[in-house]
């Protein structure tokens, strides 16, 4: 049997029958505050719950849904999220640091002020999410879908925008300092491109700056 306690009181929020979650399917469950830290939710189906201020620290949710859900506060501080599907819920002020998280689905979710800062979300379909004010520091973004994204005063410092599709996001106060945005597609659909002549490439030789005739 498996417990799974409150992650500070340690009272039991549910007993499972089963020694593991994996490819469990949970329903209408309040499990806000459960201590999941570690565990190996692969394949397991999160549906309608209550997943407010929860820990998945360190677990494995490998190809898990979460659906329908309110996760806010919650932590999943280097978890292994490959493939997962997070659509569709809500996870504002949620921490998920140094995540692998590579080809996760996030279409239509709420993550209003969340940290993915140094985390692997390449290949991720971030479509219509709400990610406004979120830290995603050094994130590799390489290849993610975030069409139409709320993207506003997001900060992308040295994340890795390679190759993603921002089409029709809301990019308004974001910052993209020292980001790598090759092949990115950019806000109005079009390649994100430009080049930045130089200060040596912009001066004058010697003998021209006494040449009346020369050009400006």
């Known amino acids: 049997m498996l417990e799974i306690k409150h992650k500070d009181t340690g009272k039991r ?15 209408g469950l309040d499990l806000a505050g459960a201590d999941l830290k570690g565990l190996d939710l692969s394949a397991c189906k999160f549906i309608s719950c209550n997943l407010s201020d929860c820990d998945f620290t360190e677990a494995k949710l ?3 849904k979460i659906s329908n859900c309110v996760a806010k506060r919650s932590t999943f501080q ?10 569709d ?11 692998k998280a ?8 709420k993550m209003k002020s969340s940290d993915f ?3 692997d979300l390449s ?37 890795d925008l ?27 659909g079009k390649p994100w491109g430009f080049s930045v002549r130089s200060e040596k490439a912009n001066r004058k030789p010697w003998w021209k700056v006494w040449d009346g005739t020369a050009a400006l």
Not at 78 to 87: G, I
Not at 125 to 147: H, I, K, Q
Not at 172 to 188: R, S, Y
């Open 123 to 159: 290949g991720s379909d971030m479509m219509f999410a709400e990610l406004e004010s979120g830290d995603f520091r050094s994130a590799n973004l390489t290849g993610s879908n975030l069409f139409s994204a709320d993207l506003c005063k997001a900060d992308f410092t040295r994340a």
């Open 78 to 87: 280097n978890a292994v999220m490959t493939e997962c599907d997070f659509s």
């Open 162 to 188: 390679q190759k993603a599709n921002m089409t029709d996001a809301k990019i308004l106060g974001a910052v993209f300092q020292f980001a790598k945005m090759a092949d990115c597609i950019a806000t109005n």
């Open 13 to 27: 929020i549910i007993a499972v029958k089963h020694d593991s979650l994996r490819g469990r399917a949970l329903s």
């Open 89 to 99: 819920s809500v996870f504002d002020i949620s921490i998920f640091r140094q995540c």
């Open 102 to 109: 590579n080809d996760a689905k996030f279409r239509h979710s």
């Open 117 to 119: 800062m140094n985390s």
């Open 62 to 64: 490998v190809r898990t």
